[in-house]
């Protein structure tokens, strides 16, 4: 079936760096990505989004890079705060009507 | 974006028990769906909530194991039955904004079986 993965489990960064966080999916017919940001004990916080027609989006200190000939999605984050530390996801759509399938994770620490 | 409220936010419960969790959004959705989220995993599709008929759950989900109401557009619920250590996760509630296809979540309700 299909499937959304994440290059990297885990990212460090530096307060103030630029940090970016990778996603590969395998269903190119998928017109709708979001990303997702997952604090601890928490339910995950909708954070940008994208449709199949565009190939970058911006947001507050956040953008999200659409490659469809790759089928690569990416997260960036501008000078990141330790308020950043997380665990990132992104999610794919089919079709409208249809629920989002999610990638694996990738677990930001920004440390000061 | 809508408001989601989910209770209960935590629970411990006995082996072979069942627990009901229950989803309240402020405005009115037309879909609404649950996940699973293991411990240090993703979070995994159960079921679409169908207002009015049966839920529609996805591969290695079924109704005797993971029943769904959804009575009206505000209110939805999941129960968890006979359960096992292996129910042991965060079981979340989530809604489609009208118009945008935009996912919002639940606080979840994070589940401990004995």
């Known amino acids: 079936g299909e499937s959304v993965g994440l290059h990297l489990p885990t990212l460090s960064v530096q307060e103030g760096d630029n940090s970016i966080i990778n996603c590969a999916y395998s269903n190119s017919a998928s017109d709708y990505f979001i990303w997702y940001k997952q604090e601890s004990g928490k339910g995950p916080q909708f954070i940008i989004d994208i449709r199949s027609n565009m190939d970058k989006r911006q947001g507050q200190r956040v953008t999200v890079l659409l490659n469809k000939t790759v089928k690569h999605l990416s997260l960036q984050i501008a000078a990141t705060q330790p308020g950043d530390s997380a665990v990132y996801f992104c999610a794919e759509k089919f079709q409208a009507g249809t629920a989002l399938i999610f990638g694996k994770g990738t677990t930001l620490s920004v440390s000061s | 974006s809508a408001v989601i409220s989910q209770k209960p936010s935590r629970d411990i419960c006995q082996r072979g028990t069942s627990l009901t969790i229950q989803c309240q959004v402020d405005s009115q959705v037309t879909m609404m769906f649950w996940y699973r989220q293991q411990p240090g995993q993703s979070l995994t599709l159960i079921a679409t909530?169908?207002?009015?008929?049966?839920?529609?759950?996805e591969s290695g989900f079924v109704i005797d194991k993971f029943p769904i109401s959804r009575p009206n557009l505000t209110f939805s619920t999941l129960t968890v039955s006979n359960m096992s250590p292996e129910d042991s996760s965060i079981y979340l509630c989530s809604v489609e904004d009208q118009g945008s296809e935009k996912l919002f979540f639940g606080s979840g309700t994070q589940l401990s079986v004995l």
């Open positions: 909530a169908n207002q009015g008929s049966e839920a529609t759950y």
